[in-house]
């Protein structure tokens, strides 16, 4: 969780430097200057819920040698879970994708896509 700590700190800090060490890849938005503004509000966004969850939260995971997923139980007041997606590149996991996972009836279909690399 210490990647995601950090890469939360650089999106709350719209710090595109800092994230690109955390992040496997950033968001099209973010890579075109003309796009600065969509840039952060997805930073942002990231933030506003990012922020919300605990190391405790994610009570699941499942890892190869290419990467892994950790994901929360569903949410008692809804059908959402929160998935983190990691690449391994030179050894080191980064973080690729960020995902909701809603309703009870597309668990396996979201977890297989957050897991199939």
């Known amino acids: 969780m210490a990647t995601f700590s ?6 709350k ?3 595109l430097e800092k994230l690109k060490n955390y992040s496997f890849s950033l968001s099209p938005a973010c890579l075109d200057e003309t796009r600065k503004a969509e840039c952060d509000n997805l930073m942002d966004s990231v933030y506003g819920f990012g922020s ?4 405790s939260d994610f009570k699941h995971s499942k890892f ?11 949410a008692e007041e809804g059908e959402m879970r929160f998935v983190l997606v990691f690449m391994r590149e030179n050894s080191e996991l980064k973080i690729s994708d960020i995902r909701y996972c809603l309703g009870k009836d597309t668990e396996k279909q979201c977890l297989e896509e957050s897991y199939s690399f």
């Not at 950090?6 to 999106?11: D, I, P, Q, R």
């Not at 919300?52 to 190391?55: A, S």
């Not at 190869?64 to 569903?74: L, V």
């Open 6 to 11: 950090a890469y939360l700190e650089a999106a």
């Open 13 to 15: 800090n719209h710090d």
């Open 52 to 55: 919300e969850l605990e190391r």
């Open 64 to 74: 190869n040698d290419k990467g892994g997923i950790i994901y929360t139980d569903y």
